[in-house]
């Protein structure tokens, strides 16, 4: 059985928006070898200063009409392009936990490899959590997941996610999908990206399917193994493939 905090909140993607408050990153574990924004065959590689972006308003900016910029009732992926929880960004992070509390009609997705400054980087009327956030944690493979969610499920949050992008490995989640609403599955993309394997990813579906949670197969990444063999696959494609395998569960929720 889903969740009904899962199946109560039905999202079109057409409503997703993305905002980035400030941008930069540099490798914090193995996941991020072959980052798609900063890793070395990205078109971003290098750009290691975090900086706050022209957008940082964005979500109490107006139009010149005096319309909100991002419009009631949408999915807000938000820092994407970095992590929200980067020491760097220390400075500016409580203003934006202000712009995001003055929109409770908006859902903030925040997805991190930095969980473990969760507790240092919250707002003073935090308490459990605000309703319009969602947090999500990524792993990427077993060591890495036995090390985070342990404290990510220690944290006062309302509603949690886990993203194993990219997946690397076989990785057990099941001691750690108590709590959590939902996970997001993706290979790796880039030309020296790392295989992922379908046996892995059918493997995290059934401990979702056994959670009772929903479950996203997002994309194969650029080498994706099937029965022992290698199949490369176009950029552009790896979403449409990863859906043709028919495997979501989803009750008409994706978070990002």
């Not at 970095?82 to 409770?104: K, L, N, V, Y």
């Not at 399917?209 to 696959?233: E, L, P, Y």
Request: glycine share 8%; hydrophobic share 35%.
């Amino acid at each position: 059985m889903l969740s009904p905090s899962a199946s109560g909140r039905r999202k079109r993607r057409g409503e997703d928006m993305n905002w980035e408050p400030w941008s930069g990153c540099y490798k914090v574990s193995d996941g991020c070898t072959y980052c798609y924004f900063y890793g070395p065959y990205s078109k971003r590689f290098g750009q290691n200063t975090v900086r706050k972006t022209e957008d940082f308003d964005k979500p109490v900016a107006k139009t010149a009409k005096g319309a909100p910029k991002i419009p009631g009732g949408r999915i807000v992926a938000t820092c994407f392009a970095s992590d929200f929880f980067i020491p760097e960004a220390d400075e500016w992070r409580a203003d934006a936990w202000t712009m995001i509390a003055q929109r409770p009609d908006l859902e903030f997705l925040i997805l991190t490899k930095r969980i473990d400054r969760f507790p240092m980087s919250l707002p003073p009327d935090w308490k459990d959590g605000y309703d319009n956030v969602n947090i999500g944690c990524t792993v990427e493979n077993q060591s890495v997941a036995d090390r985070r969610l342990p404290l990510f499920l220690s944290y006062p949050i309302k509603r949690r996610f886990v993203a194993c992008a990219p997946l690397l490995e076989r990785i057990d989640l099941s001691p750690y999908l108590g709590g959590i609403e939902h996970v997001t599955v993706e290979g790796e993309t880039g030309r020296e990206a790392r295989v992922c394997d379908r046996d892995w990813v059918l493997d995290i579906r059934e401990q979702c399917m056994r959670a009772g949670i929903t479950f996203w197969f997002k994309n194969t990444g650029s080498f994706f193994r099937r029965d022992g063999d290698i199949q490369k696959v176009n950029p552009f494609k790896q979403s449409a493939a990863a859906k043709e395998m028919g495997i979501d569960i989803l009750d008409g929720k994706k978070l990002f």
